[in-house]
């Protein structure tokens, strides 16, 4: 299925981990929407063969969240041609091709709103987010501390300098259409991010495959523990065993 046609729009992931996941995630994106173009940039091809809709290309290894952060600012442009780019992950995608508005392509930047923020800027989150090739070209010459997360420098930190320089940010309203994080999902929205929201989108046995492909880094601590409890609600009971195997493991790991 192919509800969306979107050709001057590029369906772009940059990895340096759960490499298999995120090539699902974009064949996933694939059976939503037609894209102009589909890239799957990270330093080998996935063990397991892909979507051949999707174009691998060979970047240097992400080593850390620093390194995807600086990659985002500061190269993504080099591959993106397209007037837009559609930034996805391993645990976001689009799941509703009817979500997609045409209005979504006025602005030069759209993620899920972050309700922690109250002063405005919390349009959003990067890991599912729509990114003109105009905010590509601005943010390669932004500064970048090596801590703060790519998302949060150019949707807060630089957000008054990008604008002063014509860029638009979408307005929370258009966003929550978008897409949903740590808001509640109302319906319709085109895509999620999130593993806490991914897992309700998937049976135990398909979160049970997922899980197997991801590095022990790629979930944090409190990730981890707030899919166990998930897990442990709806009776997921392997699953929630593996959580747990993966908590001893990386609290093994760090004492």
């Known amino acids: 299925m192919t509800g969306a046609n979107l050709p001057h729009v590029t369906l772009v992931a940059v990895t340096g981990v759960a490499i298999e996941a995120t090539a699902e995630a974009l064949s996933a994106s694939l059976e939503q929407a037609a894209f102009g173009r589909a890239l799957l940039l990270s330093q080998r091809r996935p063990s397991k063969s892909i979507d051949p809709r999707i174009e691998w290309k060979a970047i240097e290894p992400l080593s850390s969240r620093a390194a995807y952060s600086a990659f985002m600012l500061h190269r993504l442009h080099e591959y993106v041609t397209t007037s837009h780019a559609l930034c996805v992950q391993w645990d976001g995608f689009v799941i509703n091709c009817s979500g997609w508005d045409p209005r979504f392509l006025d602005y030069d930047y759209i ?36 801590r703060t997360a790519e998302d949060v420098l150019i949707a807060r930190t630089y957000r008054p300098k990008l604008e002063s320089e014509g860029i638009r940010f979408a307005p929370a309203a258009l966003a929550r259409c978008f897409a949903y994080e740590r808001t509640a999902p109302v319906g319709g929205e ?3 991010h999130g593993a806490f929201n991914l897992v309700k989108l998937r049976n135990e046995q398909q979160l049970l495959n997922l899980l197997a492909t991801l590095e022990r880094q790629v979930l944090n601590q409190d990730e981890h523990n707030e899919l166990l409890r998930w897990a442990i609600s709806k009776g997921y009971f392997k699953l929630a065993l593996l959580l747990i195997r993966r908590i001893l493991r990386q609290h093994r790991s760090t004492t």
């Open 190 to 192: 085109f895509g999620f």
């Open 111 to 146: 993620g899920p709103v972050w309700p922690q923020f109250k002063d405005g800027h919390n349009v959003g989150n990067g890991g599912f987010s729509l990114r003109s090739r105009q905010l590509l070209l601005a943010t390669r010459n932004l500064p970048y501390d090596g």
